[in-house]
């Protein structure tokens, strides 16, 4: 009996388990569940609640329908006409929920009469309703030129409150030369970044201006921009370098100390003090060179800093040498040729080599008395001579076998009877139109005498 009794009110626990475990799973089962997009009308119907829960239309005014008080039933109301979910007030999924999941808003719904209560489960679904959003719309980057290639730059990335496919799908970068654009992925988060694929070069672009472009995967799409400047930065990657390799330059050697002799002009692309340029003799081996010439050396300009004298040298060749002011300073060269032209400056030498002082009177005409070399140290033109007999005698003046050099030989028989001594005036004169100098032409004047003797006697 007693294990009876046992056995049956056990049996009687199950079957009141099993009852709590159905009523359970009903109330699960019975749980209304609707999807309403955001941002739809209000009075939109969301769904029929009392068509859903089964109730009797007839019966609705006395069961007083309504949502339980709580933090969401803002947005809902229930018709009491006919027990219709409705949207009382546009919903913003994304005031409403944040991140990307599911938007779920539960409701109680109470009906009296008896008192039940039932649970409505509404989700909002997503609309593309925002662009995506940089929150500061400028970016801006310091890259210096040489940079290696495949160097990253990260990029602000882009908010869109929207979800799923809604939410950003890709950056994309303005077309330009210099960078891609690469987003690297990591769970839901997509960063961007520029990559360097060539290399910057100030010298030629030294400011670059892009924009970003994130797009979310509506349909149709949103978008919102970032711009993006670039500035390079200047490393010293050239050297100066001249306008010529030689200059050439010809002076005449009679220009007074402190003129200028030339300007050389080196240049540098580089910025700043990568591109400032300083000048400097660099004949270290010649310091003469230093003695005679003075180079300026932020201007480049060679002055005369003491006389020339083209006997002494026809012509300097200075080394110069450009230097920018980056440490270290990278250096380009030139030679500047200075050719000194000679002026005439120097008087005729006259040199007597051979001399009698005695002539026969049986001389014939064209016999010669004397040999008279003449020399100038000045070149060309300038150290040429014309020689003249100035009083009036019987001589005259030959070109002999060698440029400078004559002989003064008689015209005709002389008399000793007539005139038995000679005075000889001979003048040497630079060419009138050679280039001079400080003085007028040069001459020289030379006097010599001579007898003439008599015949010898005949025996
Ligand atoms: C130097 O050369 C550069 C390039 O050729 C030129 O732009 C500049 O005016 C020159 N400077 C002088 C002082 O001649």
């Known amino acids: 009996m007693k294990m009876e009794t046992w056995t049956k009110s056990s049996a009687y626990s199950w079957r009141f388990f099993i009852l709590l475990l159905l009523m359970f799973?009903?109330?699960?089962?019975?749980?209304?569940?609707?999807?309403?997009?955001?941002?739809?009308?209000?009075?939109?119907?969301?769904?029929?609640?009392?068509?859903?829960?089964?109730l009797e239309k007839s019966h609705l005014t006395g069961r007083k329908m309504r949502i339980a008080s709580g933090s969401e039933d803002t947005f809902f109301f229930v018709n009491k006409d006919n027990g219709a979910l409705q949207v009382r007030k546009k919903i913003?999924?994304?005031?409403?929920?944040?991140?990307?999941?599911?938007?779920?808003?539960?409701?109680?719904?109470?009906?009296?009469?008896?008192?039940?209560?039932?649970?409505?489960?509404?989700?909002?679904?997503?609309?593309?309703?925002?662009?995506p959003?940089?929150?500061k719309t400028e970016q801006h980057f310091q890259i210096a030129e040489h940079t290696s290639l495949g160097a990253r730059f990260q990029l602000q990335a882009a908010r869109d409150p929207d979800a799923g496919v809604n939410s950003i799908r890709t950056y994309v970068l303005s077309s330009n030369d210099y960078f891609d654009i690469d987003i690297s992925q990591n769970d839901e988060d997509k960063r961007p970044f520029l990559v360097l694929k060539r290399q910057l070069d100030r010298e030629k672009t030294n400011k670059l201006g892009l924009f970003v472009t994130a797009i979310d995967g509506g349909k149709p799409p949103q978008s919102g921009t970032l711009?993006?400047?670039?500035?390079?930065?200047?490393i010293n990657d050239n050297r100066p370098s001249f306008d010529k390799e030689v200059y050439q330059i010809e002076i005449y050697e009679n220009v007074p100390v402190g003129t200028i002799v030339t300007r050389v002009n080196a240049t540098d692309p580089d910025e700043g003090t990568n591109g400032e340029i300083e000048y400097n003799i660099a004949n270290i081996l010649e310091p003469k060179i230093y003695s005679i010439f003075e180079l300026e050396s932020s201007k480049?300009?060679?002055?005369?800093?003491?006389?020339?004298?083209?006997?002494?040298?026809?012509?300097?060749?200075?080394?110069?040498?450009?230097?920018?002011?980056?440490?270290?300073?990278?250096?380009?060269?030139?030679?500047?040729?200075?050719?000194?032209?000679?002026?005439?400056?120097?008087?005729?030498?006259?040199?007597?080599?051979?001399?009698?002082?005695?002539?026969?009177?049986?001389?014939?005409?064209?016999?010669?008395?004397?040999?008279?070399?003449?020399?100038?140290?000045?070149?060309?033109?300038?150290?040429?001579?014309?020689?003249?007999?100035?009083?009036?005698?019987?001589?005259?003046?030959?070109?002999s076998y060698k440029e400078n050099i004559?002989?003064?030989?008689?015209?005709?028989?002389?008399?000793?009877?007539?005139?038995?001594?000679?005075?000889?005036?001979?003048?040497?004169?630079?060419?009138?139109?050679?280039?001079?100098?400080?003085?007028?032409?040069?001459?020289?004047?030379?006097?010599?005498?001579?007898?003439v003797s008599s015949l010898p006697r005949r025996n």
């Not at 711009?227 to 200047?234: C, F, G, I, Q, R």
Request: proline share 4%; with cysteine.
């Open 300 to 399: 480049g300009q060679i002055k005369l800093k003491s006389r020339l004298d083209f006997e002494e040298s026809d012509i300097y060749k200075i080394d110069i040498e450009a230097s920018d002011k980056a440490a270290p300073p990278l250096t380009g060269r030139c030679r500047v040729d200075v050719k000194i032209k000679d002026i005439n400056d120097n008087s005729p030498i006259i040199d007597i080599t051979s001399l009698s002082n005695t002539i026969s009177e049986d001389s014939k005409p064209g016999t010669a008395i004397s040999l008279i070399s003449v020399t100038d140290k000045d070149s060309g033109i300038n150290g040429k001579t014309i020689m003249h007999i100035l009083n009036d005698a019987p001589f005259e003046l030959k070109p």
């Open 133 to 135: 959003n940089f929150t």
């Open 92 to 131: 913003d999924r994304e005031e409403l929920c944040h991140g990307s999941g599911a938007c779920l808003v539960e409701l109680k719904i109470i009906v009296e009469n008896p008192l039940e209560m039932h649970h409505v489960v509404v989700e909002n679904s997503d609309v593309n309703d925002h662009s």
């Open 406 to 451: 004559y002989s003064l030989v008689t015209k005709e028989h002389l008399d000793r009877v007539a005139v038995s001594h000679y005075d000889i005036l001979i003048q040497a004169k630079d060419y009138e139109d050679g280039i001079h100098g400080d003085n007028d032409v040069h001459c020289l004047l030379f006097g010599f005498g001579f007898h």
């Open 25 to 54: 799973t009903n109330q699960v089962a019975a749980e209304l569940r609707y999807s309403v997009p955001e941002e739809v009308k209000e009075a939109t119907l969301v769904g029929n609640i009392a068509k859903d829960l089964g």
């Open 227 to 234: 711009n993006v400047s670039v500035t390079v930065l200047d």
